[in-house]
C-alpha cells in the first residue's frame, strides 16, 4: 500500500504590528515571533528618526513563519532645498522659510548704502543647500548707514576738501561754477548738502569748484 508521508508542515503567522516601536525593540519583537528582520531607511516627517514607520509584508498579513520582514525605520524628515531669498524684506524671507518648513535663525546687520533697511545680503546655507526640515538659516540685512553732520568744505581747495568729506565718511563729487575772481579759482564755491546738515555715510557731497569764466550780464 502507498503511504502518503508530510515530512513538513508550513506555518502561518499574522505580522504583528510593531509600527512606533525603535528598530531594536520591532527586531526582537518580530525574531520571538519566529520571523527574520532586515531594515530599510524611509523617511518621515512625522515618525522620529530611529523608530519603525511599517514593515513589509505590512501588519496583520498572514505571513509564513521564518520569512524576512522588511522593517521600514524612520530617518527622520525628508531634506529641504534652502530657498533663495537674498533681495527680500526680512518679514518675507522669514515667510519663505516658514513655507519650506525652515526656521530663522540669526540675523546680522551689515551697514549697506545702496540697499534699503533689513533687505537680506547673504544667507547661510546658501540657496540649494539640501538640509533637513527645521533646520535653521542665519540671514544678514542691510542696515541704514548712521547719519553725521557734513562738514563746511567751502573756501578750501577741490582737494582739501575732497579729502575732509572722504574723512568724514561722505563721497565728493566735483561740478564746475565760473567765476570772475582769481581767488576763486580752484575754491569751493556751494556745496549740498549744506555743512552742518545731516546725511548718511557713503552719500554724495556736490562740491562746485571755481573756474575760470566771464560774467554774463542779463539782458
Do not use: C, W
Not at 523608530?51 to 525605520?73: C, D, H, N, S, Y
Not at 561722505?170 to 567765476?179: D, E, N
Request: net charge positive.
Amino acid at each position: 500500500p502507498r503511504s502518503t508521508l508530510f515530512p513538513y508542515t508550513t506555518l502561518f503567522r499574522s505580522l504583528i504590528n510593531v509600527a512606533g516601536l525603535s528598530a531594536s525593540q520591532a527586531a526582537a519583537k518580530l525574531r520571538r515571533a519566529g520571523f527574520r528582520t532586515t531594515t530599510k531607511k524611509e523617511s518621515s516627517a512625522t515618525v522620529p528618526a530611529g523608530m519603525v514607520i511599517g514593515t513589509e509584508p505590512p501588519a496583520e498579513t498572514e505571513v509564513q513563519e521564518g520569512r524576512l520582514v522588511t522593517l521600514l525605520v524612520s530617518s527622520g524628515p525628508p531634506p529641504v532645498s534652502v530657498p533663495d531669498m537674498t533681495g527680500e524684506l526680512l518679514p518675507a524671507a522669514e515667510a519663505t522659510l516658514s513655507n519650506a518648513g525652515l526656521a530663522l535663525g540669526t540675523v546680522t546687520q551689515r551697514i549697506s548704502s545702496t540697499e534699503p533697511p533689513e533687505t537680506v545680503l547673504s544667507q547661510s546655507p546658501v540657496k540649494g543647500t539640501s538640509v533637513h526640515t527645521g533646520n535653521k538659516v542665519d540671514l544678514t540685512v542691510a542696515q541704514a548707514p548712521k547719519e553725521v553732520s557734513v562738514p563746511n568744505v567751502v573756501g578750501q581747495s577741490e582737494a582739501l576738501a575732497a579729502a575732509a568729506l572722504g574723512q568724514a565718511g561722505f563721497t565728493p563729487k566735483t561740478v564746475s561754477a565760473t567765476t570772475t575772481e582769481p581767488a576763486q579759482v580752484g575754491v569751493v564755491l556751494r556745496q549740498s548738502p549744506a555743512a552742518g546738515a545731516k546725511a548718511r555715510k557713503g552719500a554724495t557731497v556736490t562740491i562746485a569748484v571755481g573756474v575760470p569764466g566771464s560774467q554774463t550780464t542779463p539782458t
